[in-house]
């Protein structure tokens, strides 16, 4: 049986309606985070709302072997994922670039903002702890530096991999927001004068965010302008991000997603990028240079 697509308006949260609609299709309006037990095990639970965790229920309820479709949120980049079930965990089979609604109910979570310029200037978190989100004020004001990669893009060139790889690399990873009238000056420097404004960095009492600048026809180049006493330098390391990005992983397969129960030992996950959450632990897996994402997790799979 196929799980419906989460959707219940908010006012119905706290009810649990049954209806039949045909003999086929059953419709529950209930809080997604505990699934629906009377029918379970699923073959395909399709989720349509955009998830911060996977509760226990959904993997509970997913027949072995069965798949989960799920926007997922990790460090406030949204991919859509089709896992897989194993014996103890989950694995990515594909994953693809979306944006979605946030999950409301019980599995709501919300992101922190370090306030840059006001409320309107920020820097988004989707974990972290909200008493240092005045670490940076004033920093706007102290100085600025930039960085440039030599790293190029054509402007219709996607590269949805960048951020991954920078939320995987990067310590402090975070994304800027900027939420200015048209035409009032945000205070930072921004892509190109244009409204641009995607990830930054935060070490220490310091931030930097990857920016591009012309480059050419239609193309343009990958850099990093940094604020704060040591600015300059996390934009160099952003910046040299880049140019591994370039080198190792443009154009490639994308890194394998995993998603373990919380009550597995941090020691026996895979040596991967680890993203504690409520419920689970998801590992980022990034290919060896050369080697596919298949040859990298097909043998764990085959060890349970
Ligand atoms: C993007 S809409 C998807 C609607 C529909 N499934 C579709 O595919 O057209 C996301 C829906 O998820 C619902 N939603 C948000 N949090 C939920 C939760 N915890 N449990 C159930 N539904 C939820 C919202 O009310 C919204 O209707």
């Given at each position: 049986?196929?799980?419906p697509?989460?959707s ?17 299709v059953?419709v ?6 505990h699934?629906?037990e009377?029918?379970a095990?699923?073959d395909r ?11 226990p229920?959904?993997?509970?309820q997913l027949?072995?072997?069965g798949r989960?479709v799920?926007p997922l949120?990790?460090k406030?980049i949204t ?7 194993t014996n103890?965990?989950l ?8 944006g979605?609604?946030k999950m409301q109910?019980?599995?709501?979570h919300?992101?922190?903002l370090w306030?840059?310029?006001g409320?309107?200037?920020g820097?988004?978190f989707?974990d972290?702890?909200l008493a240092?989100?005045h670490k940076?004020?004033g ?5 600025h530096a ?9 402007r219709s060139?996607?590269f949805?991999?960048?951020p991954?790889w ?9 994304n ?12 930072i420097?921004s892509?190109?004068?244009g ?7 935060v070490v ?5 965010y990857?920016?591009v600048?012309?480059?050419?026809e239609g193309?343009?180049e ?8 040591h600015?300059?330098?996390?934009a160099?390391?952003?910046v040299?991000?880049v140019q591994?990005?370039?080198r190792?992983?443009?154009g490639?397969p994308g890194?394998q997603?995993?998603?373990w129960?919380i009550d597995r ?6 040596k991967?990028?680890?993203?504690t959450k409520?419920h689970?632990h998801?590992?980022?897996?990034w290919?060896?240079v050369?080697e ?5 997790v097909?043998p764990?799979i085959?060890?349970?």
């Amino acid at each position: 049986m196929r799980f419906p697509g989460i959707s219940s308006p908010p006012r119905y949260r706290r009810r649990r309606r049954t209806r039949w609609t045909s003999s086929k299709v059953r419709v529950v309006t209930a809080d997604a985070e505990h699934g629906w037990e009377a029918d379970a095990p699923y073959d395909r639970i399709m989720v349509t709302v955009g998830a911060w965790d996977i509760p226990p229920a959904w993997r509970g309820q997913l027949a072995k072997g069965g798949r989960i479709v799920v926007p997922l949120r990790m460090k406030g980049i949204t991919r859509s994922l089709a896992l897989e079930r194993t014996n103890d965990h989950l694995v990515s089979l594909s994953q693809g670039v979306c944006g979605f609604v946030k999950m409301q109910g019980v599995g709501a979570h919300d992101e922190y903002l370090w306030p840059l310029k006001g409320e309107r200037v920020g820097l988004r978190f989707d974990d972290g702890n909200l008493a240092d989100r005045h670490k940076l004020d004033g920093v706007l004001t102290g100085e600025h530096a930039a960085a440039w990669s030599g790293v190029t893009v054509a402007r219709s060139e996607p590269f949805p991999d960048l951020p991954l790889w920078m939320a995987t690399a990067l310590p402090g990873f975070c994304n800027l927001t900027v939420d200015v009238p048209e035409g009032e000056d945000p205070g930072i420097v921004s892509a190109e004068g244009g409204r641009w404004f995607p990830f930054a960095a935060v070490v220490g009492d310091s931030f930097a965010y990857l920016s591009v600048r012309p480059a050419g026809e239609g193309i343009v180049e990958f850099g990093a302008h940094g604020y704060g006493p040591h600015g300059g330098e996390v934009a160099q390391a952003i910046v040299e991000q880049v140019q591994v990005w370039d080198r190792d992983y443009r154009g490639g397969p994308g890194p394998q997603f995993e998603v373990w129960p919380i009550d597995r030992p941090a020691e026996v996950l895979p040596k991967s990028v680890v993203i504690t959450k409520q419920h689970t632990h998801v590992t980022i897996s990034w290919p060896e240079v050369g080697e596919t994402v298949q040859d990298q997790v097909a043998p764990r799979i085959q060890q349970q």
